[in-house]
């Protein structure tokens, strides 16, 4: 049984991510269909508990309580995600690995190595450029366009091997390859030698993370990329299906970038 104060609260709150973290009473009014006077007493609660703040024009944004609870939630995704990476690695044979976008970056929050000897390693926690990753192409494709020239003009481009690509146009163009296929591919753009295919994690409608498996460039290269694609996005699926809200489950569309 739903409790309709706790459903309004979060209506607002998603209200709020949806104008970018910040919106007037209008906005969030429109977006929540509720009266102005409920939106009112739920934001002085939501600011008592530090989960919204009042800016100085009178908007409200998302308040610092948010961070300590959206890290604590990061850690637990990547421990949900184990049981899918195996799945990947078991489908593979290659090291999976789960990956979200923080601010400009790229941060790798999960793995599970592949069993064989020779095999490719994102170490947990690290931080990469979106432009030379596959993951990053993906995470960058379930966005806007203009998000992703935003983020290339604050971080730039810069080359990492010969094959990365640095041409903002030449990306554009990639992210709507990516977004047309449903996946991305890294082909020694990162690190030379390593190829790299990576598939979209959806919470119902929107990119919330990426999965991908990496190795030898002549290993991945030797897979019918559209199999192994088709099957890490079924994978991908049955992981965004469990971070779904119950309303939002299940089926999405394997090609939903």
């Known amino acids: 049984m739903s409790v309709q104060s706790v459903e309004r609260a979060l209506d607002v709150l998603e209200a709020l991510a949806e104008h ?29 508990r530090g989960y919204v703040r009042q800016e100085s024009d009178r908007r409200y944004a998302l308040g610092g309580g948010l961070v300590r609870l959206g890290g604590i939630a990061e850690s637990m995704v990547g421990v949900w995600a184990q049981p899918y990476l195996a799945k990947m690695v078991e489908f593979s044979g290659e090291t999976a690995n789960l990956a979200v976008l923080e601010g400009d970056f790229v941060v790798y929050v999960a793995q599970v190595p592949s069993p064989r000897r020779l095999r490719m390693f994102a170490e947990v926690g690290r931080r990469v450029l979106p432009h030379s990753t596959a993951v ?10 203009g998000d992703a020239v935003a983020v290339f003009e604050r971080t730039g481009m810069p080359r990492r091997t010969p094959n990365t690509i640095t041409d903002v146009s030449a990306m554009l163009a990639e992210l709507g390859r990516v977004r047309t296929v449903g996946y991305a ?7 030379l030698g390593v190829h790299c295919l990576a598939v979209p994690v959806w919470d119902g409608n929107r990119v919330v993370a990426a999965m991908s498996v990496s190795g030898p460039a002549e290993r991945i290269d030797a897979r019918d990329r559209d199999e192994l694609a088709e099957g890490l996005r079924k994978i991908a699926l049955d992981f965004g299906n469990e971070l779904s809200p119950p309303a939002e489950r299940p089926g999405l569309p394997l090609r939903h970038v």
């Open 185 to 191: 591919m890294d082909l020694g753009e990162e690190e």
């Open 20 to 48: 970018g973290g910040e919106a007037g009473l209008s906005e969030i009014a429109a977006r929540t269909g509720l009266p102005y006077g409920t939106i009112h007493r739920l934001l002085q609660t939501l600011l008592a």
């Open 136 to 145: 990053g192409k993906v995470l960058l494709a379930g966005r806007p366009d």
